[in-house]
């Protein structure tokens, strides 16, 4: 069962963001004094006298403007007033009422939907701020004088929330729903992506690189599990980001890499991998999450033959090299082409990258192993290994006990780690492995 849905509203640089953090409790929304950060919704859940509801932090409303990504936002920010129980419209009492949020105003008006009108940037305490009394004039809802830095306020303001949301049904949230986060460099068609999976224009999506800024999250379920896909704003190399918002941008994505329980790492396939897609793809691999790779754009690929996608798999496979363990699957988001594939595909490497394998199942590997190839020895000492056992998942990680750590060549536990993924599968997860020494000095 859906959570009650609460929009907040209002024209730029209000301090929509800024309060949206302050009531969920976490720095979702990125907050900067430069009207137009926020572009798509945010989702957060905020609790209050026991009571749990969702806030979706949008864009702020121009309602006259020709400038197409400003356009782009508002109709985000309609989407989100349209699929709200309550709303709150938030002002900003240093710059008064103005025509903007009379424009505001009406369109809410129009909505049928319970409305609280948040003036904000009421950061002094004591006697009500005489400029507050100006908004009433927009004739909307009950009227709060917030502090979205301080808090002031903003318990009356929640007070209200529960009073204008359905009640709780007692049904208890969901909790075997996959995150998957899509990363990769900008422009590679991310927002498109989630866009063609969900059926619908949940992120705003341009030709200009750097659209999505924040970390999108979206719910989604279909035959095949439940899912939380994380649209990541695209990371660039730190010697190109000079911006502060991009800044924040990259830190929201590289936080979603570590929430996430799989991750997307698309390229594109009329550049395929660059410099920068095998930095994505390391952060990726050093988080240690299961990971597909993502091959984009495939329907703009021209001149294709019979071997094209075996030699661009290749390509990939070369250049990055370190995940070989990673599914490639060719799609394009544009058209919808083998979209459809993801969903089983998320679902394997999920199960690989949380699986448990048994210490005698994993022994009898390590004894074949071991009679196949010989451990190595060094001026005479040969290595002994005892015995292997999985200490937990999500990666799969492994303690291998022997009597000299130092004898156990990379090379050894290369081929160790290949025998186990031969057996076991382990698709598209990494692996990690802790050689310990258990002392034994038995020559």
Not at 171 to 185: L, N, P, Q, S, Y
Not at 288 to 308: L, R
């Given at each position: 069962?859906?959570?009650?849905?609460?929009?907040?509203v209002?024209?730029?640089?209000?301090?929509?963001?800024?309060?949206?953090?302050?009531?969920?409790?976490?720095?979702?929304?990125?907050?900067?004094?430069?009207?137009?950060?926020?572009?798509?919704?945010?989702?957060?859940?905020?609790?209050?006298?026991?009571?749990?509801f969702?806030l979706?932090?949008?864009?702020?409303?121009?309602?006259s403007?020709?400038?197409?990504?400003?356009?782009?936002?508002?109709?985000?920010a309609?989407?989100?007033i349209?699929?709200a129980d309550?709303?709150?419209?938030?002002?900003?009492?240093?710059?008064?009422?103005?025509a903007?949020?009379?424009?505001?105003?009406?369109?809410?008006?129009?909505?049928?939907?319970?409305?609280?009108l948040?003036?904000?940037?009421?950061?002094s305490?004591?006697?009500?701020?005489?400029?507050?009394y100006?908004f009433?004039?927009?004739?909307?809802?009950d009227?709060?004088?917030?502090?979205?830095?301080h808090?002031?306020?903003?318990?009356?303001?929640?007070?209200?929330?529960?009073?204008n949301?359905?009640?709780?049904?007692g049904?208890?949230?969901?909790?075997?729903?996959?995150?998957?986060?899509?990363?990769?460099?900008p422009n590679?068609g991310?927002?498109?992506?989630?866009?063609?999976?969900?059926?619908?224009?949940?992120?705003i999506?341009?030709?200009?690189?750097?659209?999505?800024?924040?970390a999108?999250?979206?719910?989604?379920?279909?035959?095949?599990?439940k899912?939380?896909?994380i649209?990541?704003?695209?990371?660039?190399r730190?010697?190109?980001?000079?911006?502060?918002i991009?800044?924040?941008?990259?830190?929201?994505?590289v936080?979603?890499?570590d929430?996430?329980?799989v991750?997307?790492?698309?390229?594109?396939?009329?550049?395929?991998?660059?410099?920068?897609?095998?930095?994505?793809?390391g952060?990726?691999?050093?988080?240690?999450?299961?990971?597909?790779?993502?091959?984009?754009?495939?329907?703009?690929?021209?001149?294709?033959?019979?071997?094209?996608?075996?030699?661009?798999?290749?390509?990939?496979?070369?250049?990055?090299?370190?995940?070989?363990?990673?599914?490639?699957?060719?799609?394009?988001?544009?058209?919808?082409?083998r979209?459809?594939?993801?969903?089983?595909?998320?679902?394997e490497v999920?199960?690989?990258?949380?699986?448990?394998?048994?210490?005698?199942n994993?022994?009898?590997?390590?004894?074949?192993?071991?009679a196949?190839?010989?451990?190595?020895?060094d001026?005479g000492?040969?290595?002994?290994?005892?015995?292997?056992?999985?200490?937990?998942?999500?990666?799969?990680?492994f303690?291998?006990?022997?009597?000299?750590?130092?004898?156990?060549?990379?090379?050894?536990?290369?081929?160790?780690?290949n025998?186990i993924?031969?057996?076991?599968?382990?698709q598209?997860?990494?692996?990690?492995?802790?050689?310990?020494?258990?002392?034994?000095?038995?020559?």
């Open positions: 069962m859906a959570k009650p849905l609460v929009a907040i209002g024209r730029p640089n209000v301090g929509k963001s800024m309060l949206f953090n302050k009531l969920t409790g976490q720095r979702t929304s990125i907050v900067e004094d430069t009207p137009g950060v926020t572009r798509d919704r945010i989702y957060g859940d905020c609790e209050w006298c026991g009571r749990t969702s979706v932090d949008t864009g702020g409303i121009e309602p403007t020709d400038n197409d990504m400003l356009k782009f936002m508002r109709r985000q309609e989407i989100g349209e699929l309550a709303i709150i419209m938030v002002a900003d009492v240093r710059s008064g009422v103005t903007a949020d009379q424009d505001v105003a009406t369109l809410l008006r129009k909505s049928g939907k319970p409305v609280a948040a003036v904000n940037k009421c950061d305490v004591g006697p009500v701020n005489p400029d507050v100006e009433y004039c927009l004739g909307i809802g009227l709060f004088e917030t502090s979205a830095v808090g002031h306020g903003t318990g009356d303001l929640l007070d209200w929330v529960l009073q949301i359905p009640a709780d049904d049904e208890e949230e969901d909790d075997d729903v996959i995150k998957v986060a899509i990363v990769g460099k590679v991310k927002s498109s992506l989630l866009n063609r999976i969900l059926g619908e224009e949940r992120v999506v341009s030709n200009v690189a750097g659209t999505t800024r924040d999108i999250d979206s719910y989604y379920e279909n035959e095949t599990g899912y939380c896909f649209d990541t704003a695209g990371m660039r730190k010697s190109k980001v000079d911006d502060a991009e800044k924040y941008s990259n830190m929201r994505s936080s979603a890499i929430r996430a329980d991750c997307l790492i698309l390229i594109d396939a009329n550049e395929g991998v660059t410099e920068q897609d095998t930095k994505i793809a952060l990726v691999h050093e988080a240690g999450k299961a990971a597909i790779i993502v091959v984009n754009k495939w329907d703009a690929v021209a001149d294709k033959e019979t071997n094209t996608m075996r030699d661009m798999e290749a390509d990939v496979r070369k250049g990055l090299s370190y995940m070989l363990y990673a599914p490639v699957i060719f799609l394009s988001a544009l058209t919808g082409a979209c459809d594939r993801l969903f089983e595909t998320i679902q999920h199960r690989q990258n949380t699986s448990r394998i048994t210490t005698g994993l022994n009898a590997v390590l004894a074949d192993a071991t196949r190839v010989q451990p190595p020895t001026k000492r040969r290595l002994k290994i005892y015995y292997m056992t999985q200490a937990s998942s999500k990666p799969p990680h303690i291998i006990f022997c009597n000299d750590a130092r004898l156990f060549h990379f090379s050894y536990q290369r081929y160790l780690e025998q993924r031969e057996v076991f599968g382990l598209g997860t990494p692996i990690r492995i802790t050689i310990r020494q258990k002392g034994d000095k038995e020559e």
